[in-house]
């Protein structure tokens, strides 16, 4: 069965501080592993895809990063409109997008 | 190019009562998914279309919950008879081919009392 974990739940950050959210998976023939960021009130927003171990996709103060076991989306000098919950999702063999259950990131001024 | 409509935005009922949300995905998008996210959790896929036709509802209790997507375009999502753990809010998403990033609506937030 595929699965996707989120780890940290809620991570605080000072502005300028970097740090990274992990997201661990299995799942059966990695089709793509996707990240999108949530705002409160509002449906997930599609950040970055990433197809296969080793690539690297980067957009702004984010960098996505992929292993065959896990992703890390780093975040160098967060900004405190950099605030949201952060998803990670899987899509394999099963055709089917899982999430994980997100990381809520606050970055404090 | 508009995004993924929902409508009602809020809807708050009692158990045992019915409710409907509708979605009109972006033009041109073949497939239509339909999330339930439970408030601190990531969205949890219901059903999926592809046009008009089912391509996933092995997670849509089927009890209660009905879908359909007339003419391949907008859908509904009917729950019959609400319980108080259907409280969420229930995404709509689109993407032109399956695989493809998905496009999410704004959601209608569910209050079951």
């Known amino acids: 069965e595929d699965q996707v974990t989120q780890s940290p739940e809620a991570l605080r950050l000072q502005e300028g501080e970097s740090s990274s959210l992990n997201c661990s998976y299995t799942?059966?023939?990695?089709?793509?592993l996707f990240w999108y960021r949530q705002d409160p009130g509002k449906g997930p927003e599609f950040l970055f895809t990433l197809y296969s171990a080793g690539e690297e996709k980067e957009k702004e103060r984010l960098k996505a990063t992929l292993t065959k076991k896990e992703s890390f989306l780093h975040i160098t000098a967060p900004k405190p409109e950099d605030s949201a919950t952060y998803l990670c999702?899987?899509?394999?063999?099963?055709?089917?997008?899982?999430f994980g259950q997100g990381t809520t990131l606050q970055v404090k001024p | 190019e508009a995004g993924v409509a929902q409508s009602p935005r809020y809807k708050i009922i009692e158990k045992r009562q019915s409710v409907a949300f509708w979605c009109n995905p972006i033009?041109?998008?073949?497939?239509l998914y339909w999330y339930q996210q439970i408030l601190g959790q990531g969205p949890k896929l219901l059903i999926q279309?592809?046009?008009?036709?089912?391509?996933?509802d092995s997670q849509l209790p089927k009890d209660r919950f009905s879908a359909e997507r007339l003419k391949g375009v907008d859908s509904t999502l009917k729950i019959q008879p609400a319980k108080l753990e259907d409280s969420a809010v229930y995404l709509c998403?689109?993407?032109?081919?399956?695989?493809?990033?998905?496009?999410f609506g704004s959601g209608t937030q569910l209050s079951v009392l």
């Open positions: 279309f592809q046009n008009n036709g089912v391509v996933d």
């Open positions: 999702a899987v899509l394999g063999n099963t055709g089917k997008l899982i």
């Open positions: 998403a689109s993407n032109r081919v399956r695989n493809e990033k998905l496009f």
């Open positions: 033009s041109g998008h073949a497939t």
């Open positions: 799942v059966s023939g990695l089709r793509g």
